[in-house]
Structure formats: C-alpha cells, structure tokens
C-alpha cells in the first residue's frame, strides 16, 4: 500500500523561503505530484517529478530521492497569494494516493 | 485547457434523500474520479471509473456508488444520505494515471 507524510501546518513571512517536505512509501513508484489548493477552491497542479534531482517552475522548485523516498517542495520569494495547502501525491495502480495536505500561512 | 464541471457548488439535501452529484469533463479523458475532503482528513477516494462503464471502488465507498453511461460523465450517487455524508466532495479526470488530475470547483453537500 501507500503512506504520505507532510507536516500539518507552516508558517513564513512575506518574500522569504519555504521547504514543504513529503515522505512516501510505496509499492512501486511511478513519480510524485505536487498540487496546490486555495481554500474553497479546486486543487490545482503544480509539478511531477519521476526522476531524481530539483526541477524548477519560476518561483516554485521541487525536488525528488526516489532511494529515500523523499520530496520537497520550495516556494520562494513567497506571496501573500501563496496561502494555502499544498498537497503531495502518488500514483498507485489507476489512482492516486494524497497526502493530507501542509497548510502554508504567509504573513506580511 | 481542461474543464472539469460540477453540476452544484451548493447543496442541502435531507436524511434518506437519494442524491446525484453529476462531473463532466470535455477533454475526452478516460479516467474519471470522486473525492471527498473533510478537515483534518484529507483527501479520500470514493470511487473512480478508467472508462465507460467500468467502476472500481476507492478507500471509502460504502454508502456510494457511481455511474459512468457516458465518456464525459461520471455521476455520484448517495442511495440515502446521512449527516456523515457532509462533505466536500471534488470530481476530477486525467487522461493517464501518470498525468495530471484535473479536478472541478466542488460541491459542498449538507445533509440535514
């Protein structure tokens, strides 16, 4: 089966740095997803990653150990509209298996 | 661009009601899916459906079931809804299991 660690919650001021890290194990891996979800709205994709390495998306970047089952998404120069929760997930079979989310709180 | 469409954004329904929540997506993706999202517990698959009249049951399907007649549509239906059916619940569809899910806006269901 699949388990997804992510922290809960996290909070960074206004233009700084941020490291949301996810820990998975699976049975078979077939790539990670990034998606971001605003509160009330859709998720919304953000990355895939299925080889090893940091792949970077403008102020965005996420990284992958397919040998340490481990991901990191980084959210630079943050925005106010960068508030909300952002969720790692992986494939499995025909489905994909979410994380519980890590609630980012920007501050000014 | 993808677009997912939920029928309801809103919708208050009552205990022992039969309710329909109707997705159709218009990118001709084969693969469509019912979550539900609740605080502190994430998102949850219902069901999921990789073509036309073909179902699997996802982590949490009792007191579900769902329809795919037709490609585009995908329709989740409570038999009869209770108050632990209260819920967000988001229809999403990918053409691949390693592409990207594109999910609607939601529909925020109450049963009271």
């Known amino acids: 089966g699949q388990n997804i660690d992510q922290p809960t919650e996290m909070t960074a001021t206004e233009g700084a740095i941020v490291q949301i890290n996810c820990t998975y194990q699976?049975?078979?891996?077939?790539?990670l997803f990034w998606y971001q979800q605003h509160a009330g709205e859709a998720p919304t994709f953000l990355s895939y990653n299925v080889l090893d390495g940091l792949e970077e998306k403008g102020r965005f970047s996420s990284f992958l150990s397919r040998s340490k089952g481990y991901s990191y998404l980084l959210l630079k120069e943050l925005q106010m509209k960068d508030s909300a929760s952002y969720l790692c997930a992986v494939p499995a079979g025909n489905k994909l298996t979410f994380g519980g989310g890590t609630r980012v709180l920007v501050k000014p | 661009d993808v677009k997912v469409t939920q029928s309801s954004r809103y919708l208050v329904k009552r205990t022992g009601e039969k309710v329909f929540l109707e997705c159709v997506q218009d990118?001709?993706?084969?693969?469509m899916f019912w979550y539900r999202q609740d605080p502190g517990l994430g998102l949850r698959l219902i069901y999921f459906s990789y073509d036309v009249k073909m179902k699997e049951k996802g982590d949490i399907p009792e007191g579900y079931s769902v329809s795919r007649e037709k490609k585009e549509r995908f329709s989740l239906i409570l038999e009869s809804a209770s108050t632990n059916q209260t819920s967000m619940y988001l229809c999403?569809?990918?053409?691949?299991?390693?592409?990207?899910?594109?999910f609607g806006d939601g529909t925020r269901l109450s049963i009271l």
């Open positions: 999403a569809s990918s053409g691949d299991r390693l592409q990207p899910q594109h």
């Open positions: 990118m001709d993706h084969e693969n």
């Open positions: 699976t049975s078979g891996f077939n790539g």
